[in-house]
């Protein structure tokens, strides 16, 4: 069922404590190198504040220890990031539930904008304690999560908080709502042919989404180093390639739950040496010679997985063909990525290194959705329920 969303709620003259996922990369001197996650909060923000709301963010920033303040992982340069995109000040607190904060809260007007220091400083934000949350909780009238890349934790900011909000309000942000509706709710009830390609280095890491994905798509396409695996599970020779020895029985096993849903390269890119200056060739798949190692998927393999994609009306894709990182061997990955970006279908890119891909080669917008979280993505896709959006509001 939907979640209430954050625009079905009065918040004039309301204190709104939203959860949000700052958790930006920053270099060494601390400058942020890229700020889409505070940019895919802002519809969120923007709607509280236009609607004179008064909002006070809380986020995480890195893995500081949780002992107090570390001055590396500081909030600061975000909340600095955000009032520039808003045009407005945004008032930090240099700490979470202290005086600072509290002092802050009490000073503001309506439409006002307040960024909490990060909730990790605090010890009790990891162990959910509910002193720290009944204290965050006690200064709002609503809550609301738009931290998708959080959203599979529960982490006080995350479950101790809106639980501690006992009957007031606790909505979702627009961000987090539109990951629900294509991560979950699209693929519960998805327009067929439904087709998933999952690619990446390991299969231990993506057992639970392929396994999760065969029970409802179409077909299940698999790439990327996972594929050696399953290579070596029918018998095929995979020389020196990426390949997880104790996962070849799963292997089996999807082999066997997939049937002809489950679709593997039928070539391979290989190299002699793991750099772009390496010897290579194009072999038949689970034919790689000795002193050899898969690197890519092979040009019939990408044509034939873009002729897939092209007949679905849905299309998940989570993870690289190949070490795309690597020219020329980016090449599986970038058929891929032109095949979902052309095709007419629902397409719904899992964060991570799809999500890079399809943005670094400019086709984030011709897509459905491309989702900002790597480990709740995941998650979801395996048909995870989250915690933190559980307890929330019913729409
Ligand atoms: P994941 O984090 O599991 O989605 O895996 C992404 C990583 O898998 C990327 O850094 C790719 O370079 C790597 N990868 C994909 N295919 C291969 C391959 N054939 N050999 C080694 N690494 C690979």
Redesign the pocket.
């Known amino acids: 069922m939907a979640k209430k969303s954050i625009s079905a709620v009065d918040c004039k003259g309301k204190v709104v404590l939203m959860r949000v996922d700052f958790n930006v990369p920053q270099d060494d001197s601390g400058a942020i190198t890229d700020d889409r996650r505070i940019r895919m909060a802002l519809p969120s923000i923007e709607s509280v504040v236009h609607r004179g709301g008064k909002l006070v963010l809380m986020s995480h920033l890195g893995r500081p220890k949780g002992k107090g303040p570390e001055p590396e992982f500081t909030l600061k340069p975000a909340a600095d990031r955000l009032a520039e995109m808003l045009g407005k000040p945004v008032v930090f607190a240099g700490d979470t539930v202290g005086p600072e904060a509290e002092a802050a809260i009490s000073n503001m007007k309506d439409g006002d904008v307040v960024c909490l220091e990060n909730v990790r400083f605090n010890p009790g934000e990891k162990t959910g304690d509910p002193e720290f949350a009944g204290r965050l909780a006690g200064w709002a009238d609503i809550y609301c999560n738009d931290a998708f890349g959080t959203c599979h934790r529960e982490e006080a900011s995350m479950v101790a908080v809106p639980l501690a909000m006992g009957s007031k309000p606790k909505v979702v942000g627009f961000l987090v709502e539109k990951e629900i509706k294509y991560l979950s709710d699209t693929i519960a009830n998805p327009a067929r042919p439904f087709v998933a390609i999952l690619?990446?280095?390991?299969v231990s890491?993506?057992i639970n989404v392929i396994s999760n994905l065969l029970g409802v798509c179409d077909k299940v396409i698999i790439g990327?180093?996972m594929a050696?695996t399953f290579s070596l599970a029918q018998g095929g020779a995979t020389g020196k390639?990426?390949v997880e020895k104790d996962k070849v029985e799963l292997a089996k096993e999807l082999i066997a739950k997939g049937g002809n849903k489950l679709v593997l390269p039928v070539d391979t890119h290989c190299g002699d040496d793991f750099n772009s200056q390496c010897n290579k060739q194009v072999v038949e798949a689970g034919k790689i010679p000795d002193g050899w190692?898969?690197?890519?998927i092979g040009p019939k393999s990408a044509e034939m997985f873009a002729a897939i994609v092209r007949s679905a009306k849905t299309v998940v894709w989570?993870?690289?063909?190949?070490?795309?990182?690597?020219p020329p061997f980016d090449q599986g990955t970038v058929a891929v990525a032109k095949a979902v970006a052309d095709s007419d279908a629902v397409s719904i890119i899992g964060g991570?290194?799809s999500a890079a891909a399809i943005e670094q080669l400019g086709f984030a917008d011709t897509v459905t959705h491309v989702s900002t979280g790597g480990g709740a993505s995941l998650q979801m896709l395996e048909g995870e329920k989250f915690k933190a959006v559980e307890i929330l509001d019913e729409a």
């Open positions: 690619g990446g280095a390991k890491d993506k990327g180093a050696y390639s990426l190692e898969g690197l890519d989570n993870g690289p063909m190949g070490v795309f990182e690597m991570g290194d």
